[in-house]
């Protein structure tokens, strides 16, 4: 007679254990995976479908009023709102409008976490929260004006975003001028992907879309990296022993890219989100090659964008493909 044998219960239970205690470890890194490729996925459709009702529109300036006193106190400030009522709602579908006192109507979480995963922050409602460097009247520059300190607004979509909107309606047209990018920014739309579910926190389900220039707009929704590189680098180098801009950002991950004028500019922008610290920083936006060629800068320190030789070295801070 051939004898069969099998396992025992003690051995089917420790094996049952040793799965149980590989899925615990794995599963959550596997679920967040998961959850950061649907966001990235999402971010990219919600970008294009901002892009597209963007350029559908004449112009990104003039809608609503924004008015102060001698004090200069806000007296009258429709400018978000009306620029979702009578702009955006006549090429995007939109759900639901709230205003600056009532965006949680809106799905707008009170607070967000930044960045770092450490830091938490009250939900912007003005120009001045998002950014106190957009209206502190340092950088005037000779072209239109300070960005008025306007109220945010919000709105929801069809497919369940919850997106607050910052306007400036006396933004700029010139995409060529030096000096400030302040003026440059129409619009900043900071969105949350679920509403007030969480993890509300950028990176993930929260992030942000910029469009500048009045005439000819350009829409960015550059999606950062977490910190800057180590140390400063050029714009480019003939030295095969010094890291470029760049590559720094490739040595770093395959999956990161130097953000070109416009979205480094959104993220200065959008700063005290994404922890951009104080410093000038490379784009991957070029005027002449070479060492000795030029490339566009952006300074987190007052704003100002300008040029200088690819040779010089300056800060770099990445953002995903």
Same mark, same amino acid.
């Given at each position: 007679m051939k004898k069969f044998r099998g396992f025992t219960l003690a051995e089917v239970l420790i094996?049952?254990?040793?799965?149980?205690?590989?899925?615990?470890i794995t599963l959550p890194s596997l679920l967040v995976n998961v959850n950061e490729k649907a966001w990235d996925a999402q971010k990219k459709a919600l970008h294009a479908r901002l892009a597209q009702a963007i350029g559908q529109m004449n112009t990104l300036g003039g809608y609503g009023q924004f008015e102060t006193d001698e004090e200069g106190?806000?007296?009258?400030?429709?400018a978000a709102e009306s620029f979702i009522l009578d702009a955006l709602s006549k090429v995007y579908k939109i759900n639901n409008v709230c205003g600056a006192d009532k965006l949680s109507a809106c799905g707008i979480p009170s607070k967000i976490t930044t960045l770092d995963a450490v830091s938490e922050i009250t939900f912007p409602t003005k120009m001045s929260e998002l950014n106190p460097k957009l209206t502190n009247g340092n950088h005037s520059s000779n072209e239109e004006g300070d960005v008025a300190d306007t109220k945010a607004a919000a709105f929801e979509t069809v497919n369940g975003e919850s997106?607050?909107?910052?306007?400036?309606?006396?933004?700029? %047209?010139? %995409?060529?001028?030096?000096?400030?990018?302040?003026?440059k920014m129409?619009?900043?739309?900071?969105?949350?992907?679920?509403?007030?579910?969480?993890?509300?926190?950028?990176?993930?389900d929260v992030g942000f879309i910029v469009a500048m220039y009045n005439k000819n707009p350009v829409v960015v929704a550059p999606i950062p990296y977490g910190?800057?590189?180590?140390?400063?680098?050029?714009?480019?180098?003939?030295?095969a022993e010094t890291i470029d801009a760049p590559t720094a950002c490739k040595n770093m991950s395959e999956d990161l890219r130097l953000p070109n004028r416009d979205e480094l500019a959104s993220l200065f922008i959008n700063s005290p989100l994404?922890?951009?610290?104080?410093?000038?920083?490379?784009?991957?936006?070029?005027?002449?090659?070479?060492?000795?060629?030029?490339?566009?800068?952006?300074?987190?320190?007052?704003?100002n964008r300008n040029t200088n030789p690819r040779a010089y070295k300056y800060t770099v801070r990445c953002i995903k493909k």
């Open positions: 094996t049952l254990a040793i799965i149980g205690i590989v899925a615990a106190t806000a007296t009258v400030d429709t997106i607050a909107v910052f306007y400036n309606p006396l933004c700029s %047209s010139d %995409s060529s001028v030096y000096h400030y990018t302040q003026n129409c619009v900043n739309f900071i969105y949350d992907l679920n509403g007030s579910e969480g993890p509300n926190q950028v990176g993930k910190k800057n590189y180590e140390s400063t680098v050029p714009q480019y180098t003939e030295d994404v922890n951009l610290e104080e410093n000038v920083y490379w784009s991957s936006s070029a005027i002449s090659q070479g060492a000795s060629g030029l490339a566009w800068l952006q300074s987190s320190n007052g704003g």
